[in-house]
């Protein structure tokens, strides 16, 4: 089937992939035959019914494989944002009277600082917001230092939305269960770029958000460890689909499209996380021949998604290097702070400078990106950049 796909047809170059991916066309044929005849209420005890209750196991398998779990620890939510508030205050909430504190990191998503803030405001639960070194990462000491016996849930994302940075989970896990807390995840930008075997992570939960990976926007899913299911309390109250954790008749398309999507995964991990590493690679080297020392990385070096290269150059502001550039389609930070003024957080809290955080570009491929556009992206980029110089003197 026909399907417009970024950087086709004179479109922009996209190296906007951590804000959202297309829809593969294989994940598209996969839902199509759910959203024309099989229409059945997948919870309805008759054979409309009884298709749908199976595409959505099938979908729930396929997820698991792609994280090494059971398929019964998967729950279908409507996205990331929905799966973080499950596990935060899900856990929060059922757990209340074994403690009171949570511990996140200053450069988590909104979706799980906002959370965390609704936690501590409305619930009284004592959060701890850790800091994170020069390259954006959570040093495990300081989890040390914070955790006490009173504490009954570590989050802390996989990988940065922004940087790429990618965190030292296994250890931070292993320090929240030798002091009975539970460990969440938000795995959003990871989940498909890199392994995520939850077991090795270490994790309880897992975060997993259908549109970073090639599934439509509106769903997501949550891994549940074996046994925690009783220890949640929902976010949705309802009818008691998924195990009684997200109520509300399931959206059978999208949670057969999510399957699709991690099957594919799955199939593909390793092959694309090296080519996508050598094109990011390809875009770095071309940039610096072109600005030397005045373009910088952001982020570490080596700890980092495959895809994903976040530069910021001296003197100038990643907003009107865009803006300079319009054919590429890439963006200056997270799409969720998008359009402001300020510099994003997530680089001020790695101790960058306001100046260096504003200069800062995100450019981020996938799966249709190619080496003729990151190259032509990266005359596109030098171009603007040299120009906005000359006119301002950098």
């Known amino acids: 089937m026909s399907l417009r796909h970024p950087g086709l047809r004179g479109d922009p170059i996209y190296l906007d992939y ?15 035959p759910y959203l024309r005849e099989h229409f059945g209420n997948p919870s309805s005890a ?3 019914g009884w298709v749908a209750h199976q595409a959505i196991e099938r979908a729930r398998a396929e997820v698991a494989d792609l994280l090494g779990c059971r398929p019964a620890e998967i729950i279908f939510t409507g996205g990331g944002s929905e799966s ?4 935060l205050r899900g856990v929060a909430l059922a757990r209340r009277t074994q403690g009171d504190h949570i511990i996140t990191q200053v450069s988590e998503h909104p979706a799980v600082l906002n959370t965390c803030r609704a936690l501590e405001r409305l619930h009284g639960f004592r959060i701890t917001y850790l800091p994170v070194d020069e390259y954006g990462r959570v040093r495990p000491e300081e989890v040390e230092r914070a955790i006490d016996r009173r504490t009954i849930l570590v989050s802390i994302m996989h990988a940065n939305n922004e940087t790429g940075t990618v ?3 296994v250890e931070i896990a292993a320090i929240a269960h030798r002091y009975g807390a539970l460990v969440h995840s938000d795995a959003a930008q990871s989940v498909a770029k890199i392994p995520t075997p939850v077991a090795e992570l270490g994790v309880d939960l897992l975060t997993v958000a259908g549109h970073k990976l090639y599934a439509p926007k509106g769903i997501g899913a949550l891994y549940v460890r074996h046994g925690l299911n009783l220890d949640l309390e929902p976010v949705l109250y309802g009818g008691g689909q998924e195990r009684g954790l997200r109520a509300g008749t399931e959206n059978v398309a999208a949670c057969v499209a999510l399957g699709a999507a991690c099957r594919l995964a799955a199939e593909r991990l390793s092959s694309e996380r090296a080519r996508l590493q050598r094109l990011r ?6 940039l610096h021949e072109g600005l030397g020392e005045r373009l910088q990385l952001n982020g570490h070096p080596e700890e980092r998604l495959p895809n994903t290269l976040n530069v910021s150059v001296a003197g100038l502001s990643g907003e009107e290097i865009l803006a300079a550039t319009p054919e590429v389609a890439a963006s200056t930070g997270s799409a969720c702070h998008e359009g402001s003024a300020d510099p994003s957080p997530v680089l001020l809290a790695m101790g960058l400078s306001r100046e260096r955080a504003l200069g800062a570009l995100r450019l981020t491929l996938g799966r249709w990106s190619r080496v003729d556009e990151v190259e032509r992206a990266a005359v596109a ?12 003197q950098v």
């Open 18 to 32: 951590n804000a959202t991916t297309p829809v593969d066309p294989v994940v598209l044929e996969a839902m199509l």
């Open 46 to 48: 008759h054979s409309y």
């Open 84 to 87: 973080d508030n499950l596990a």
């Open 167 to 169: 965190q030292p989970l």
């Open 281 to 286: 690679d390809l875009l770095w080297q071309r």
């Open 381 to 392: 980029l030098l171009r603007s950049i040299g120009t906005l110089m000359r006119r301002g």
